[in-house]
């Protein structure tokens, strides 16, 4: 399991994610703090000899996150608090990703 550790900053900030200097996190280096644990988790699935396991989390994207959570949460009014959107639709639109539920084939 990957856990993600940040050190308190000596003054408050505004911000939900900064570095240790109390800087918000930028894009840019929250990133390469994502590649570096996915490279980490990626390794570690190959050392415990699951090459599978390994391709998959090689193939998991940063973007991901918001859209996989707002699609896993049943409730479109608790995806909608938790993206922290105005209206439902927005949440509907731009992150569900739940697609159409088809009979099997013969």
Same mark, same amino acid.
């Given at each position: 399991m990957l856990t993600i550790t940040f050190p308190l900053p000596r003054r408050m900030s505004k911000y939900l994610l900064i570095?240790? +200097?109390g800087k918000r996190m930028t894009k840019g280096? %929250?990133?390469l703090r994502w590649d570096k644990a996915r490279e980490k988790a990626q390794q570690k699935a %190959?050392?415990? !000899?699951d090459p599978m396991l390994a391709a998959k989390i090689g193939g998991f994207q940063f973007r991901d996150i918001r859209p996989?959570?707002?699609s896993e949460i049943i409730d479109i009014g608790d995806?909608? %608090?938790l %993206? !922290? +959107?105005s209206k439902q639709e927005i949440t509907k639109r731009v992150y &569900? &990703?739940?697609g159409a539920t088809a009979k099997p084939s013969k």
């Open positions: 570095n240790k +200097h280096m %929250l990133r %190959l050392d415990q !000899g996989q959570a707002a995806a909608n %608090l %993206l !922290g +959107h &569900r &990703r739940i």
